[in-house]
């Protein structure tokens, strides 16, 4: 038994998420898809440096530059002033309206290596186009969503799928990371279950609760999940439990792949667990349960540490080079009002999670 699924083009598109979300859409979180993009779009996430576009802030900042050197200053023909996308400023802003905050991602990859650019009140919550091209302009994780070579790296077919570049605007909520679980489904079997976070939770490591999220996990798996996937019989899946750890949301689908991280199992366990499973009288299924695996212990080798997430992708917030005549000055009390917005909003925003 090889220790991951054919990774073919057609099985790696199975996971982008407009292929998964319209038939898991009311048990997850509410998002809007927005394509297609522009080759300009695609430009500017390749682009060097971390600025955003012309229009796209929703807060209006006098510039500094008196009236010579702005005209000076317009005249560079520098990546910050090229850019301006007026039409995807108005989609974005008509889904923070109806949605009051959203957090971005492409096809696959998620801006959370980015958190950092926005107030630690609020991780990855967008109220602007702008948050929106920050984020992802900042994250390394999203530039495998740029280019066919990545996205279809390590498959095994020639041919050649169609790929389209995706936006996607989830309604925001203030997450409690330790109700996020990773769950790995090789050829129909649930073969192992991940604390998602690696920080210590002492609850998590109760019985009773340890019981719980585990008949949870599987309930929703068998009735919510097996039922109606039908791309293909191996597939990763993360789930949000609710706070009384009877329900889930999904939040995504990962393919079986090296590119996605086994987090506290190895491919190689998992590869014996399903072992295990097969040469178990299948007729007894209280038997084929799966591994739960959590954090138990603040020493635990997988145990995060006080260092911050993701940090290998900070770089001084002096660095930052916005557009319209934006200074550091001019951004950071952007940033202090954001800051001040979210901590009255934030307790509106957990409905429902």
């Not at 086994?262 to 299924?285: C, G, M, Q, V, W």
Request: hydrophobic share 35%.
């Amino acid at each position: 038994m090889e220790l991951f699924p054919p990774q073919s083009q057609s099985y790696i598109l199975a996971f982008q998420f407009s292929s998964w979300y319209p038939v898991f859409h009311s048990n997850s979180i509410k998002s809007t898809i927005i394509r297609p993009l522009s080759q300009d779009f695609l430009n500017y996430l390749n682009a060097d440096q971390v600025f955003v576009p012309k229009g796209s802030e929703d807060v209006s900042v006098e510039s500094s530059l008196s009236d010579d050197e702005d005209e000076d200053e317009g005249s560079a023909d520098s990546d910050e002033n090229i850019y301006e996308f007026l039409e995807l400023d108005e989609k974005i802003r008509a889904v923070v309206k109806e949605y009051g905050a959203v957090f971005p991602k492409l096809n696959f990859s998620s801006p959370k290596d980015a958190s950092w650019i926005l107030p630690a009140s609020s991780p990855l919550k967008c109220t602007s186009p702008a948050d929106v091209y920050l984020l992802l302009k900042s994250s390394d994780f999203v530039s495998h969503d740029l280019s066919r070579s990545t996205v279809f790296d390590g498959c095994e077919e020639v041919a050649s799928e169609s790929y389209e570049l995706e936006l996607v605007l989830r309604k925001w909520y203030s997450v409690d990371r330790s109700r996020e679980l990773r769950c790995f489904v090789r050829d129909n079997a649930l073969l192992g279950i991940s604390q998602r976070d690696t920080n210590y939770y002492d609850f998590l490591n109760d019985p009773n609760t340890h019981s719980k999220v585990m008949n949870t996990t599987m309930e929703f798996w068998k009735t919510k999940i097996q039922p109606k996937w039908k791309a293909e019989t191996s597939y990763v899946f993360d789930l949000l439990l609710t706070r009384d750890l009877s329900r889930a949301h999904i939040i995504d689908f990962n393919p079986y792949a090296p590119r996605t991280d086994p987090l506290l199992f190895s491919y190689e366990e998992l590869k014996d667990i399903l072992s295990a499973h097969r040469s178990t009288d299948a007729s007894n299924d209280s038997t084929l349960l799966p591994q739960f695996r959590v954090i138990d212990s603040p020493l635990h080798p997988a145990a995060s540490c006080k260092a911050p997430a993701n940090q290998h992708n900070m770089v001084p917030f002096e660095a930052l080079s916005l557009s319209n005549g934006r200074d550091i000055e001019d951004f950071k009390e952007i940033w202090e009002k954001s800051i001040k917005e979210s901590l009255q909003e934030e307790q509106n925003d957990n409905e429902g999670l």
